[in-house]
């Protein structure tokens, strides 16, 4: 059983890396990005209510966030644990989440931060646009995104630092390498309980 946060800017990895941790790890992905391009493709009131948020690059509020993970949260809790992608992205989210794990479920036990330079976040997601069909991967919404991650999502690393669950892993190498790092990070958790800062 193990409880992992993936946090980083848009285009970070998150969602590349949450693929193979879940192939190896055999737990439950959670993504609220996800979860949101759902509700939108089903042309719901919420989802229509979702989208004038992520087409502009702006956080969806915390009170349709959390209603809408709460579900997921309940479902998965008690089997093996779970890797969350995209949340929490502030600190209410964050608080909520460890409210949330009280009681029936198991609390978070990493997080882990991917970091990667802006260049190579928008060389990336421009790359992803040409195919991806996502409403947000145009080059002025990147922008808006990177910057929203910054005000709203950063204060969360030293939220994590302060509860010492923080790994800081450097995003920038390709995929394959980036994952051995991750990995290391969650067998080092796993055998000793020891929590590793930085892996550069
Ligand atoms: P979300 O879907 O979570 O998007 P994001 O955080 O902007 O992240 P991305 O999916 O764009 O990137 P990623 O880090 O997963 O990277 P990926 O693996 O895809 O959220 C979308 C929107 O929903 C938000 O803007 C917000 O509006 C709303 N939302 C979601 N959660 C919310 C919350 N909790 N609260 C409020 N609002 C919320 O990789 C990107 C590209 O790079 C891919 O093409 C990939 O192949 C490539 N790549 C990956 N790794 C590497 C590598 N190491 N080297 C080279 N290329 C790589």
Known sequence: MINLIIF???????????ARIVERYKIAHISTGDLFREEMAKGTALGEEIARYIDKGMLVPDGIVIRELKQAVEKHCQQGGIIFDGFPRTLTQAVMLDEMLEGECY???????????????????????????????AEHIIWKRIEVYKSQSLPLVSYYQNQGKLVKI??????????????????TYMSKKEVIAEIQ
Not at 117 to 134: F, Q, Y
Not at 170 to 187: E, H, Q, R, S, Y
């Open 107 to 137: 609390p978070v036990d990493l997080v882990i931060s991917v970091e990667v330079d802006e260049n190579e976040l928008l060389k990336r997601l421009i790359g992803r646009s040409e195919d991806s069909g996502r409403s947000d991967d």
């Open 170 to 187: 450097n995003g920038m190498d390709p995929v394959d390498k980036v994952f051995k790092k991750i990995a290391m990070a969650i067998d």
């Open 8 to 18: 980083g800017p848009p285009g970070s990895g998150k969602g590349t890396q949450s």
